[in-house]
Nanobody, 122 residues
Framework: HVQLVESGGGSAQAGGSLNLSCVASGYDIKPNHVAWFRQSPEKEREGVAFILPYGNVLYTAFVKGRFTGSVDRAKNTAYLQMNNLTPDDSAMYYC?????????????????WGQGTQVTVS
């Protein structure tokens, strides 16, 4: 049974930082892809960062240079360090595993999701 648990969300002021965590159980992150998504009310879930096995990370344009995705293989945990936050970054943030291939930023291509952690920037 795959379980993903996100944490680290909360309130931040514009220009501030938050570090999100996603702990995986029942699933080995090390050889697999992990993604971070976000969703705000009345918007579709959108891809934020795509962490490839063994290190490389792809970002969508609106977070590139501000957000950093990483994985601690020993802890089986993914992270999303978010810096220079803006109110537009306010959303529920989710991690996902079990990529089925294709465009990574399309949410339907991922099998397993966490419950999300809320980020609010004012």
């Amino acid at each position: 049974h795959v379980q993903l648990v996100e944490s680290g969300g909360g309130s931040a002021q514009a220009g501030g930082s938050l570090n999100l965590s996603c702990v995986a159980s029942g699933y080995d992150i090390k050889p697999n892809h992990v993604a971070w998504f976000r969703q705000s009310p009345e918007k579709e879930r959108e891809g934020v960062a795509f962490i490839l096995p063994y290190g490389n990370v792809l970002y969508t344009a609106f977070v590139k240079g501000r957000f950093t995705g990483s994985v601690d293989r020993a802890k089986n945990t993914a992270y999303l360090q978010m810096n220079n936050l803006t109110p537009d970054d306010s959303a529920m943030y989710y991690c996902a595993v079990g990529w089925r291939g294709g465009l990574w930023s399309e949410a339907f291509r991922w099998n397993h999701w966490g419950q999300g952690t809320q980020v609010t920037v004012s």
